[in-house]
């Protein structure tokens, strides 16, 4: 020890370990900012969020935004730093221009597709076959989302809206006859919307492959890092399993979807990133186990073999 430690009173001396002890865990300490969940949200992503981020060295403390930003403000926000991570569907503008976590969230669960649709209309529905025959519905998306594009790059007619809110209402209004959600996501949104006159469809599902991924903000490479160090040891200890099922957005997911027994009309993602991790069966469910009805995939170029098995 230096000599001029062992002149120091040992009270001092503790004081300045203590001290330095401290200040060492204050600076270990990161907040992680997301945009605030809206009453059409669970609190799905953002657990598996603090999951991930429970492995890391880095202590994480977590907000959210004053209000719920628009999904063209998040992206804004998230570029300049002033929201840490954002999540949803794949592209390869999302991936150039934020840092993308390539593990599904959802385990391709999102990928299945259910429709809102106005009560009364499920005859119409029940008439629908093939492909072709979905084509003479009209959609309702959000203006902003990658899967506008997906259902328009496959022939489909949709009807965009900058707000997703306002599309339930359009949607019991006539201005479109379905608003294609993910599996996970119909039960909590139509709970959400009491008072308007729509139902989820019985019969089919429309799938294509769009996985959903954490995006960080180019600003903070660690926070990605941490993420997807800590979503594959969730992974590879069982953790992300339990996670999964044991969501109460998930449980209801399969338990009502009954996926298996609707008919299954696949279309292909012409956006899909050549990075996403395909090969990598212990990311995908197989939630149909039945062939489908319909595919444009094969005269896009892409077989059925190349997709992820749901």
């Known amino acids: 020890m230096p000599s001029f430690i062992k002149k120091i009173p040992s009270v001092f001396l503790g004081l300045f370990f203590s001290l330095s002890i401290s200040h060492c865990a204050t600076a270990e300490q990161k907040t992680v900012v997301t945009n605030m969940k809206s009453n059409v949200q669970t609190d799905y992503m953002n657990g598996l969020l603090k999951l991930a981020l429970s492995y890391a060295n880095t202590n994480y403390a ?4 004053p209000e719920v930003y628009s999904r063209p403000r998040v992206m804004e926000s998230v570029k300049s730093g ?4 954002m999540w949803g569907g794949t592209s390869e503008e999302m991936e150039r221009d934020f840092i ?19 009560q009364g209309d499920q005859a119409r529905f ?6 072709d025959d979905l084509k003479k519905i009209k959609m309702g998306q959000g203006r902003s989302w990658q899967d506008a ?3 328009e790059s496959a022939g489909l007619d949709v009807v965009k809206a900058t707000k997703k809110p306002s599309l339930y209402y359009m949607l019991e209004g006539g201005r479109f006859d379905a608003f294609p959600r993910g599996a996970n996501e119909v039960w909590t949104e139509l ?14 599902v429309l799938i294509y492959p769009l996985p959903t991924y954490f995006f960080v903000t180019p600003k903070d490479p660690e926070l990605a890092r941490d993420i997807e160090n800590g979503l594959e040891a969730a992974i590879k200890d069982g ?13 209801e997911a399969l338990e009502k979807a009954n996926l298996p027994n609707r008919r299954a009309i696949r279309i292909n993602n012409p956006y899909l990133p050549k990075a996403t991790p395909l ?8 939630l149909t186990r039945q062939a489908p009805i319909e595919s444009n995939n094969q005269e896009n170029g892409i077989q059925n073999e190349e997709l992820p098995q749901e």
């Open 62 to 65: 977590y907000t959210s935004t």
């Open 82 to 85: 002033s929201i840490s991570v």
């Open 100 to 118: 993308p976590i390539r593990i599904d969230a959802y385990r391709g669960l999102m990928n299945h597709r259910l429709f809102f649709i106005r």
């Open 126 to 131: 029940d008439n629908i076959q093939t492909l």
């Open 149 to 151: 594009s997906i259902l």
């Open 191 to 204: 709970t959400a919307f009491p008072n308007l006159a729509l139902t989820v469809e019985k019969r089919l």
């Open 239 to 251: 953790a992300f399993d339990r996670y999964f099922y044991g969501s109460p957005e998930v449980q």
């Open 279 to 286: 090969d990598r069966k212990e990311l995908w469910l197989d």
